[in-house]
């Protein structure tokens, strides 16, 4: 047995808005529940320019992959929903910027619209260390 | 070996559409197929209102987990695919009382259109029970 | 311990166009980043019949599927991303005629448009034969 499904809850990044946890963990995969550019005190960046909002949504899924036991090197899968396919190679800058070394498997997935008007959602699979 | 991948096929929700598995299943986690409000008999509810279709298609996903082995409080991940984001915490209050004390990982990712006119899809990836 | 993540990086299929792999493998499990209708050799088929994109996009899957150690039967989960629901039917025809007997859990989801002018992407979680 591989046993129990454990969810992550930390204040490094926003609490979650709905019914869902931050992330799942089970036999070691981590699944990050989809992030937008919130920061952790819940104030909501949906006003700011693109990158503002791609750091912010990164860095809300790092922490929590972080508190679930895995560093950007353990991810497996990372999934982009921008409005916008034109802020492909900006997001792309900043993807690299933040994961240095590590290249997850990567989908960017454009989307008409996303909740309260924000401009960029991430979500990932990522390994726990020593999994 | 893990084994091989076992494919789950249920008369308690529609039969596959096209060319895929309801769900396959491996090494104790389950990934379900897209699912739309169709009735398990083939009727289409793509013209009742967004409640009942997110009702019938979170039905479906339940009904194909659970003949995978896999309750709600097993889900890892849930990505939902919704016609305009303002259905989102209608959304959200059907899902909190289909999955009760539940609470998987989940993302919501807004889509121009889906199939026949639908207005929501759901799948997600589930553990068998005692896997 | 389940050991490192690889990454799966070959010459039949396109090279990534930004900070991504190919795939990367874990546990047996391997995640394959979108694919576009890109020939290995980098060409761009975006100005080609939705079919010849969907072939190509397709066939890059299933070759960086097979540089991890899976075939088409070996998948667990495609996730397509297509520019126009009305594709849905001929994408079918075309998945079933790739795939064959293997049927994978599958999601269809429309999107506003693709890089490139693109109309397809899909991706996929496949399983290492043996694993």
Redesign the interface.
């Known amino acids: ?2 046993g129990d ?1 454990e ?1 992550v809850a930390t204040g490094d990044a926003p609490a ?1 808005a ?7 963990v ?4 981590i ?4 992030q937008l550019a919130t920061r952790p005190d819940g104030t909501r960046l949906n006003h700011q320019p693109f990158a503002e909002q791609a750091r912010q949504a990164l860095a809300n899924m790092l922490a929590i992959a972080a508190a679930g036991g895995a560093g950007a ?7 982009v ?1 921008v409005v916008g ?1 034109a802020h ?1 190679p900006e997001f ?1 800058a900043i ?2 910027e933040m ?1 240095g070394e590590a ?13 309260h008007g924000f401009l960029v ?1 991430v ?1 990932g ?1 990522a ?1 726990r260390r ?2």
Do not use: C
């Open positions: 047995m591989a499904i969810r979650p709905g019914h869902y946890a931050q992330a799942t089970w036999d070691g995969l699944f990050v529940s989809g090197e353990d991810f497996l899968k990372v999934t929903y396919i492909w792309n993807f690299a994961f290249r997850p498997a990567r989908a960017i997935v454009p989307v008409p619209e996303l909740h959602e979500e699979v390994v020593g999994a």
